[in-house]
């Protein structure tokens, strides 16, 4: 049974379902930058990305993603929201613990949200490293453009694997 542990961190409020998943600021600036509207509307998009891939919700995950979404995954490749869609339901993107520690949060121009810092996960089942603890670097563009949040880019690299 997967067990979502939440939290209220910088007056943002998570609320607790199956699976574990939290994000922390790392620093007082991500902190202030939480309380700000658009940043604040970015993190809660992210944190429903996250209960999306820990309880395999491919509506939910597949609604934060823009259409022309581009991820440079963990596994030194190019995946587009298809891609990333495919990989949720084959079990290829599948975790019982997800955290996230944000050390930089920032509006960047009229319609996007930077957020980059720390992701420390463990993959199960059909998962590449399932059973390991996996630490990676990300970097995530948020975009409101269309109204509603949505991934537009993000990177990530696997740094260290226990």
């Not at 600021?25 to 891939?53: G, K, S, Y």
């Not at 995946?79 to 509006?107: F, H």
């Not at 463990?122 to 603890?133: D, R």
């Amino acid at each position: 049974m997967r067990i979502l542990t939440c939290a209220i961190i910088g007056g943002l409020a998570v609320s607790a379902s199956p699976a574990a998943a939290s994000w922390q600021a790392a620093n007082p600036a991500v902190q202030a930058a939480a309380r700000t509207p658009r940043v604040a509307a970015a993190l809660a998009a992210t944190e429903r990305m996250d209960r999306a891939i820990l309880t395999r919700d491919a509506r939910e995950f597949s609604a934060v993603f823009a259409d022309d979404a581009v991820v440079n995954n963990p596994f030194n490749r190019i995946a587009r929201k298809a891609d990333a869609e495919r990989n949720l339901a084959t079990g290829l993107i599948d975790y019982t613990s997800l955290e996230r520690v944000i050390e930089y949060a920032a509006e960047r121009g009229e319609h996007d949200v930077v957020l980059m810092g720390e992701e420390v996960l463990t993959p199960v089942g059909k998962a590449k490293f399932a059973g390991e603890k996996i630490r990676r670097r990300t970097t995530e563009v948020w975009s409101d453009a269309s109204g509603q949040w949505k991934l537009s880019l993000r990177q990530a690299t696997i740094y260290r694997t226990k």
